[in-house]
């Protein structure tokens, strides 16, 4: 475990805070806040409301996250997304004043941290606050929320909230984005430029396995962004071919009730049972435009090829033609096409090709690097101090 060389002007450890949005799941965020954590072992831990039941407290050193007054609506463990009006002032109301490096893990609200002008204040987004933003219009029309009275209502929200976004990203310093099509993103926003940082992909976990079987896979949480119903669209018009899904989500039984015989629904499954299906599977279909996304690296750490959708985060982690190959709109014409062209050119992929690649982005390199990054700021921040205060004792 490393021990932070961080060190306060007067030569003290610095007290550290990370700030995460919620702890329902062990997904993506949670995975790299936990690699982030070994950096800084001796932190603390902020998030809005902590509904995991202590499930996965050892992969956050065994460390108790401190909640905010939402926690308190304990009968919504399932409905936390619909205290999304209140999460701003909440987030708001954590006191950090006693640290000198607090660090958001952010893809909503967790930058809106209040910090003062001797904090340093870095925020690790994962994209400015999607629905908000370029993404509105689309999750207006997956809810259901285009028309009508609650329309009108949602469309205030997040006028609202673009408002508060743009005010509290002022309040950070610096800027860490998960991807170069995220950077792009925060420039668009916020215009802030930001230094560009791959999550980590366990490959010592995801490794090549024995051989390969006759099947596709998807694996994400089931919500409308991620677009899994579309690819099982895309396998009702194929039925000789095979898809399994793994995952659960709100639109579970919505992809259930589409599946045809040549689709295998299996829900949530643990990790063996993830991993088997990684390794053995003809290749792994990805048709979200995600910020980064673990899982097509984690397939390709198996030597599995990803067919994926072109934009986004699967532009920068796929190289089409070599580890997979890119569909340029999410339809399922164009997932049938993807698939029939793989089929043509299966045998041009090579597992430890595709396994090489994937190595690039591993944890130990996302932790050096993260490590390095933190450390050249937080001097840049202290000698900037200490020249202020020399300046102003003249």
Known sequence: ??????????????RTAFVHEWLVTYAGSEKVLSEMLKEFPHADIFCLVDFSDGRFREKFLGKKFQTSILQNFHLLPKLYRYLFPLMPISIEQFDLSEYDLIISNSHAVAKGVISGPDQLHISYCYTPMRYAWDLQHQYLQEQRLNRGPRGLLARLSF???RLWDIRTSNSVDHFVACSHYIARRIWKTYRRTSQVIYPGVDTEHFQ??????????TSSRLVPYKKVGLIVKAFQRMPSRKLVVIGDGPQYKEVRR???????????QDDAVLLKHMQSAKAFIFAAEEDFGITPLEAQACGTPVLAFGRGGASETVIDGVTGLHFWSQSVEAICDVVDRFENTVADFDPLTIRKHAEKFSIERFRTEFKDCIDGIWQAHKNSNETLRKRFAQ
């Open 1 to 14: 475990m490393a021990v932070p060389s961080l060190k306060t002007e007067a030569g003290g450890q610095i």
């Open 208 to 217: 090549i396995g024995s051989e390969k079987a006759d099947y596709y896979f």
């Open 159 to 161: 006028h609202i909230a």
């Open 258 to 268: 589409n599946a045809g015989e040549n689709v295998l629904v299996l829900g949530y």
